[in-house]
Protein backbone atom coordinates (compact mmCIF):
# COMPACT_ATOMS: atom_id res chain seq x y z
CA UNK A 1 0.00 0.00 0.00
CA UNK A 2 1.86 2.69 -1.25
CA UNK A 3 -0.15 6.01 -2.14
CA UNK A 4 1.09 9.48 -2.11
CA UNK A 5 0.83 11.24 1.70
CA UNK A 6 -1.87 8.75 3.24
CA UNK A 7 -0.92 8.37 6.51
CA UNK A 8 -3.96 6.18 7.14
CA UNK A 9 -5.42 3.66 5.47
CA UNK A 10 -8.38 1.40 6.88
CA UNK A 11 -9.41 -1.40 4.69
CA UNK A 12 -12.54 -3.77 4.65
CA UNK A 13 -12.45 -2.97 8.50
CA UNK A 14 -15.22 -5.55 9.39
CA UNK A 15 -16.23 -5.40 13.41
CA UNK A 16 -18.99 -7.66 14.60
CA UNK A 17 -20.68 -7.61 18.43
CA UNK A 18 -23.40 -10.20 19.21
CA UNK A 19 -26.39 -9.86 16.79
CA UNK A 20 -24.99 -6.68 15.66
CA UNK A 21 -22.48 -5.85 12.64
CA UNK A 22 -20.67 -2.39 13.42
CA UNK A 23 -18.52 -1.96 10.60
CA UNK A 24 -19.56 -3.79 7.04
CA UNK A 25 -15.78 -4.04 5.02
CA UNK A 26 -15.57 -0.11 5.14
CA UNK A 27 -12.10 1.46 3.38
CA UNK A 28 -10.89 4.60 4.37
CA UNK A 29 -7.69 6.41 3.92
CA UNK A 30 -7.03 9.63 5.09
CA UNK A 31 -4.36 12.01 3.24
CA UNK A 32 -1.71 14.51 5.16
CA UNK A 33 -3.41 17.98 6.21
CA UNK A 34 -7.04 15.90 5.30
CA UNK A 35 -10.10 16.83 7.61
CA UNK A 36 -12.80 13.96 7.29
CA UNK A 37 -15.97 13.97 9.44
CA UNK A 38 -17.90 10.89 9.54
CA UNK A 39 -21.80 11.60 10.13
CA UNK A 40 -24.83 9.23 10.50
CA UNK A 41 -27.25 7.91 13.03
CA UNK A 42 -26.40 6.46 16.23
CA UNK A 43 -25.37 2.95 15.80
CA UNK A 44 -24.24 3.54 12.61
CA UNK A 45 -20.69 2.71 13.24
CA UNK A 46 -18.43 5.70 13.25
CA UNK A 47 -17.55 5.16 17.16
CA UNK A 48 -16.75 1.40 16.43
CA UNK A 49 -14.65 2.50 13.52
CA UNK A 50 -12.37 5.29 15.29
CA UNK A 51 -11.98 3.02 17.91
CA UNK A 52 -10.49 0.71 15.66
CA UNK A 53 -8.30 3.55 14.28
CA UNK A 54 -7.56 4.46 17.82
CA UNK A 55 -6.54 0.83 18.76
CA UNK A 56 -9.64 0.42 21.21
CA UNK A 57 -10.99 -2.66 19.42
CA UNK A 58 -9.45 -5.00 17.02
CA UNK A 59 -11.19 -5.50 13.79
CA UNK A 60 -12.98 -8.95 12.69
CA UNK A 61 -11.42 -8.42 8.98
CA UNK A 62 -9.48 -5.80 7.35
CA UNK A 63 -6.17 -4.14 7.42
CA UNK A 64 -4.88 -0.89 8.68
CA UNK A 65 -1.55 0.71 7.13
CA UNK A 66 0.17 4.06 8.76
CA UNK A 67 2.56 5.55 6.40
CA UNK A 68 1.64 2.33 3.87
CA UNK A 69 3.35 -0.12 6.41
CA UNK A 70 0.32 -2.69 7.58
CA UNK A 71 -0.05 -2.40 11.24
CA UNK A 72 -2.03 -4.34 13.92
CA UNK A 73 -3.20 -2.53 17.03
CA UNK A 74 -3.37 -4.84 20.33
CA UNK A 75 -3.81 -1.53 22.33
CA UNK A 76 -4.55 1.95 22.25
CA UNK A 77 -0.76 2.51 22.95
CA UNK A 78 0.13 0.91 19.73
CA UNK A 79 -2.16 3.14 17.99
CA UNK A 80 -0.42 6.19 19.67
CA UNK A 81 3.09 4.90 18.89
CA UNK A 82 1.89 5.30 15.12
CA UNK A 83 0.89 9.06 16.05
CA UNK A 84 -2.97 8.24 16.45
CA UNK A 85 -4.54 9.71 19.65
CA UNK A 86 -8.33 10.15 20.09
CA UNK A 87 -9.98 12.68 22.41
CA UNK A 88 -13.29 11.11 23.55
CA UNK A 89 -16.16 13.38 24.49
CA UNK A 90 -15.65 11.57 28.27
CA UNK A 91 -12.44 13.10 29.02
CA UNK A 92 -9.01 11.99 30.39
CA UNK A 93 -8.21 14.61 32.76
CA UNK A 94 -7.01 14.42 36.37
CA UNK A 95 -9.48 17.16 37.81
CA UNK A 96 -7.10 18.42 40.74
CA UNK A 97 -4.37 19.16 38.85
CA UNK A 98 -3.45 21.74 36.50
CA UNK A 99 -3.46 21.96 33.03
CA UNK A 100 0.39 21.88 32.85
CA UNK A 101 0.37 18.73 34.61
CA UNK A 102 -2.69 16.83 33.05
CA UNK A 103 -0.68 17.64 29.42
CA UNK A 104 2.66 15.97 30.59
CA UNK A 105 0.94 13.13 32.70
CA UNK A 106 3.18 10.06 31.76
CA UNK A 107 5.36 12.36 29.57
CA UNK A 108 6.69 14.05 32.38
CA UNK A 109 10.50 16.04 31.09
CA UNK A 110 13.42 15.01 32.98
CA UNK A 111 17.08 16.89 32.97
CA UNK A 112 19.69 14.38 32.11
CA UNK A 113 19.80 13.04 35.77
CA UNK A 114 16.04 12.46 35.93
CA UNK A 115 15.10 15.99 37.69
CA UNK A 116 11.65 16.99 36.21
CA UNK A 117 12.38 19.91 33.84
CA UNK A 118 8.57 21.61 33.46
CA UNK A 119 10.40 24.68 31.94
CA UNK A 120 10.84 22.82 28.07
CA UNK A 121 7.11 21.72 28.32
CA UNK A 122 5.89 24.90 29.37
CA UNK A 123 7.44 26.60 26.98
CA UNK A 124 6.60 23.81 24.30
CA UNK A 125 2.67 24.31 25.34
CA UNK A 126 2.61 28.29 24.88
CA UNK A 127 3.64 27.53 21.64
CA UNK A 128 0.99 24.89 20.77
CA UNK A 129 -1.47 27.52 22.59
CA UNK A 130 -0.39 30.35 20.09
CA UNK A 131 0.01 28.21 17.30
CA UNK A 132 -3.74 26.79 17.13
CA UNK A 133 -5.11 30.30 18.48
CA UNK A 134 -6.15 28.44 22.28
CA UNK A 135 -7.03 30.52 25.03
CA UNK A 136 -6.20 27.98 27.92
CA UNK A 137 -4.35 28.79 31.57
CA UNK A 138 -1.58 26.69 31.82
CA UNK A 139 -1.56 26.78 35.44
CA UNK A 140 -5.04 26.50 36.48
CA UNK A 141 -6.68 23.81 38.35
CA UNK A 142 -8.43 21.65 35.05
CA UNK A 143 -11.83 21.06 37.53
CA UNK A 144 -12.24 24.46 37.96
CA UNK A 145 -12.33 25.26 33.69
CA UNK A 146 -15.57 25.06 31.52
CA UNK A 147 -16.03 21.75 29.48
CA UNK A 148 -14.84 23.89 26.15
CA UNK A 149 -11.61 24.61 27.56
CA UNK A 150 -11.64 21.01 29.37
CA UNK A 151 -11.97 19.68 26.07
CA UNK A 152 -8.93 22.06 24.50
CA UNK A 153 -6.75 20.80 27.19
CA UNK A 154 -7.80 17.19 26.19
CA UNK A 155 -6.50 18.28 22.34
CA UNK A 156 -3.54 20.08 23.38
CA UNK A 157 -2.53 17.44 25.64
CA UNK A 158 -2.57 14.97 22.11
CA UNK A 159 -0.97 17.22 20.31
CA UNK A 160 1.58 18.11 22.40
CA UNK A 161 2.08 14.39 22.44
CA UNK A 162 3.20 14.80 18.54
CA UNK A 163 -0.08 13.01 17.23
CA UNK A 164 0.03 12.98 13.90
CA UNK A 165 -3.91 11.52 13.39
CA UNK A 166 -6.09 13.08 16.07
CA UNK A 167 -9.32 11.41 16.22
CA UNK A 168 -12.03 13.96 17.86
CA UNK A 169 -15.30 12.44 18.93
CA UNK A 170 -18.64 14.63 19.24
CA UNK A 171 -21.32 14.34 21.80
CA UNK A 172 -22.98 11.54 20.63
CA UNK A 173 -26.32 13.78 20.33
CA UNK A 174 -24.80 15.31 16.82
CA UNK A 175 -24.37 12.21 15.48
CA UNK A 176 -20.65 12.55 14.21
CA UNK A 177 -16.65 11.89 15.07
CA UNK A 178 -14.36 13.92 13.29
CA UNK A 179 -11.09 12.66 12.17
CA UNK A 180 -8.14 14.69 11.53
Known sequence: MSQNNVILSMEGIYKEFPGVIANNHVDISIKEGEIHALVGENGAGKTTLMNIAAGIY?????????DGEKRIFNSALDAFRCGISAVHQ?????????VLDNIVLGFEPRYLL????YQESRRKIKQLIKK???DIPINAIVGTLPVAIR???EILKALYKNTRILILERSRRKNSSLLL
Open 151 to 153: QHV
Open 90 to 98: DFMLVNTLT
Open 132 to 134: YGM
Open 58 to 66: KPDEGEIYV
Open 114 to 117: GFLN
